[in-house]
Nanobody, 122 residues
Framework: QVRLVESGGGLVQAGGSLRLSCAGF????????MGWYRQAPGKQRDLVAR???????NYADSVKGRFTISRDNAKNTMYLHMNSLKPEDSAVYYC????????????????WGQGTRVTVSS
């Protein structure tokens, strides 16, 4: 069973940047889709970025143009580069992996990890 561990969160000022990492314990190359999700207090967990095994990327409108998702199968790691951060980006960020569904969804096949917290101050 593959396990995914998120890291790289922290406190940053508005306009700043962070890079999140999602390290796979077990091969991630088997997954046709991987994604980053976020959950703010009192809100549901939402997909913000998805990348397929073919390299196709899709983003939620709220992060389009500011976030970039990438994956390195050789390093068993997926990344989320976040630029021009806003206070509304503050959340716990999670990664998951599985099969792509539709234009912007994933049938997740991995248990959720602890996530990594991102806090953006104004």
């Amino acid at each position: 069973q593959v396990r995914l561990v998120e890291s790289g969160g922290g406190l940053v000022q508005a306009g700043g940047s962070l890079r999140l990492s999602c390290a796979g314990f077990g091969s991630i190359s088997r997954f046709n889709a991987m994604g980053w999700y976020r959950q703010a207090p009192g809100k549901q967990r939402d997909l913000v970025a998805r990348i397929t095994s073919g390299g196709t990327t899709n983003y939620a409108d709220s992060v389009k143009g500011r976030f970039t998702i990438s994956r390195d199968n050789a390093k068993n790691t997926m990344y989320l580069h976040m630029n021009s951060l806003k206070p509304e980006d503050s959340a716990v960020y999670y990664c998951n992996a599985g099969l792509p569904v539709g234009e912007f969804n994933i049938e997740n096949m991995v248990s959720w990890g602890q996530g990594t917290r991102v806090t953006v101050s104004s």
